[in-house]
Each structure stands twice: as structure tokens, then as C-alpha cells.
């Protein structure tokens, strides 16, 4: 049996012992779609991870594959109804990443609104000569009404953190009894995106997420709100965010995702209202351990005949 290992993770099992060959990528960066595509013909495993593209040419590729690990909560990164057509297992790694992700998106929501980059880059450059009424002037974060657009786990994990921030949660789409019990508010799309102070992106990406925020809603936003997108970066139209920002229709973005990583829209780089890290949402290593973990265990699982933990 062949595992393909897109990239080294930061747990690795003894494959030898355990009877397994595996092609391992201990290259700097990632494979590219050809490379993908060559070792995958006799492998009957991958670990893949989330900017590799699984689609129907590369499974067509693998004729022995069964199993598909993606080492990421995330999947649209896989043609998984084709995958499963051919009934291939699809893997991914709920749960571990929850909070890990959860606390990047609260980073960087506090990180837009108090100028903390702004900030440490002015202290870094040396420009701190004295102590000013107006100097960084953000906005608050208690009391202020939290949007959270994606009411999973992670979405889920956000609105409780709030709890410390005394902040009022609006959530959309089904009802969510964790956020319910903590008097968050079920409403329509359109009352959210006009209500929040701060709207937080945690749904998954696909055809009816792509391109949920474009001008349109960025224009029926508050001018003094913040939106965060730790989900998947085109669920945001991103020139329409940059525009949005440029002309004061909303205050500022915090990203860790953009429509098509790694390339990053020039109008979000040296712009003072955007915090932006590249996607970092679940980069912990105890997370990323246990991420590692679970893969491995499923993708074991699969190949020796037994159901995975955690399939899609
Ligand atoms: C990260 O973006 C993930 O989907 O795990
Ligand atoms: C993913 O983990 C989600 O359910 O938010």
C-alpha cells in the first residue's frame, strides 16, 4: 500500500514499520499539480493538503486510490462528489482546530480594531515622541454587536468568546442552541450585515458561499464596521473589499484567507485598515500535531479495511 504525502507534517508515523510505502514531499513548499499528478498513479492514499487541487483528472489518475486525507477542516480544495462517485473516502480534521481557529479570528478582529499592527510598526520605525489624544485611535470592542456568519464549530466557538467581550451576537441561516443560550439573536442576512459592529466569516466555501460579500453587502455594512474572514478567502469578493475600505464604506478587514492564495490583492498590502497573516487559522503546533494525527489514523484506518473517524 502507497500513501502520497503531499507535504511533511509535523507528526509523522514509522510508515516502514507499520508495512506502509509512502512518497513523502520534504521539499520548502508544495507540489505542484503535475508532481501531484505523477506520484498519485500507483498510490492508494493521499495526504493532501488544502491548496492541492484533488480534482477529476488527478483521481482519474489514481486508479488504486481509496482514500483522501485533507490535512484541513476545509475540503473545497476536493472534487468530492467525483471523489466519492468513485467511492473514494474523504477524510478532514474537525474538532482539533476549532478554538486554535477560533482565537486567530478574535487576534485578528482586536488586532483591526486597536491598530495593532499599525502601532507596532509605528514603535518599530521609532516615530513614538509623545503620548497624543488622537494618536491610534481604534474602536471598541465591549458591547459592540458580533455578526458570525458560518455557525459551526468554529463560528460557534467565536460567539462564545465573546462572552468576555459582553458583545450581542446576531447568527444566520438555522438555529444554533449554543449561541441561542447565550441570548444570541437568529436573523436574516440583511440585518446582520446592517446591525454588526464586527462580522466574522466561518462558513465553509462553496457555490452558494462564493462571492457571499461583494459591493452590495459591503455597502449596507456600518462605515465603522470590521469584517474577519478566517473561512476561505472568496467568500469575499476581494477587489470589491478593497474598494469598500478605500472609499470608508467599512472601517477595516482582518483576513487570514484571500481569494487566491498566496497571491494577496495589492490594494491589502501596506494599508492601514487590513491586519492580514497567511493562513495561519489552525497553525499551532499542538494543533497542527493532532491535525497530523487524525489524518494518519483515518487514512490507516481506510486502508486496512476499517470506517475513518471523520469523513465529509
Ligand atoms: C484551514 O483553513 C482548514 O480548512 O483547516
Ligand atoms: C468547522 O470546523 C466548522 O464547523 O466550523
Same mark, same amino acid.
Given at each position: 500500500m502507497k500513501i502520497l504525502i503531499t507535504k511533511e507534517l509535523p507528526y509523522m508515523p514509522d510508515f516502514a514499520s507499520l508495512g506502509y510505502e509512502v512518497y513523502i514531499n520534504k521539499s520548502e513548499g508544495l507540489m505542484t499539480y503535475d508532481q501531484i499528478k505523477e506520484q498519485v498513479k500507483d498510490a492508494n492514499a493521499i495526504v493532501s493538503m488544502l491548496a492541492d487541487k484533488i480534482d477529476q483528472e488527478i483521481i482519474d489518475s489514481a486508479p488504486n486510490l481509496i482514500v483522501i486525507c485533507n490535512y484541513a477542516v476545509g475540503y473545497n480544495n476536493i472534487d468530492f462528489n467525483y471523489a466519492k462517485s468513485k467511492n473514494i473516502v474523504v477524510c478532514n480534521t474537525p474538532d482539533v482546530l476549532t478554538d486554535t481557529t477560533a482565537e486567530l479570528a478574535w487576534a485578528l478582529l482586536m488586532a483591526t480594531a486597536r491598530k495593532i499592527v499599525e502601532s507596532d510598526r509605528f514603535m518599530q520605525a521609532g516615530k513614538f515622541k509623545a503620548w497624543l489624544p488622537d494618536l491610534m485611535l481604534g474602536q471598541d470592542i465591549v458591547g459592540k454587536t458580533l455578526g458570525i456568519i458560518g455557525t459551526g464549530r468554529i463560528g460557534t466557538a467565536m460567539g462564545k468568546m465573546s462572552q468576555g467581550f459582553r458583545m450581542p451576537i446576531l447568527y444566520t441561516r438555522k438555529p444554533n442552541p449554543e449561541l441561542d443560550a447565550l441570548g444570541a439573536k437568529m436573523v436574516d442576512m440583511d440585518t446582520l450585515i446592517k446591525k454588526s459592529d464586527y462580522i466574522s466569516l466561518h462558513c465553509p466555501l462553496n457555490d452558494s458561499t462564493?462571492?457571499?460579500?461583494?459591493k452590495k453587502e459591503f455597502a449596507m455594512m456600518k462605515n465603522s464596521a470590521i469584517i474577519v474572514n478566517t473561512a476561505r478567502g472568496a467568500v469575499i469578493k476581494e477587489q470589491d473589499l478593497v474598494d469598500a475600505i478605500a472609499t470608508g464604506e467599512i472601517a477595516g478587514a482582518g483576513l487570514d484567507v484571500f481569494e487566491d492564495e498566496p497571491i494577496v =490583492?495589492?490594494? /491589502? /498590502? =501596506? =494599508?492601514?485598515k487590513v491586519v492580514i497573516a497567511p493562513h495561519i487559522g489552525s497553525a499551532t503546533l499542538g494543533t497542527r500535531t493532532k491535525m497530523a494525527q487524525m489524518s494518519f489514523n483515518d487514512c490507516f484506518a481506510v486502508l486496512s479495511g476499517k470506517p475513518a473517524k471523520f469523513t465529509v
Open positions: 462564493k462571492h457571499m460579500f461583494t =490583492n495589492s490594494g /491589502l /498590502l =501596506n =494599508n492601514d
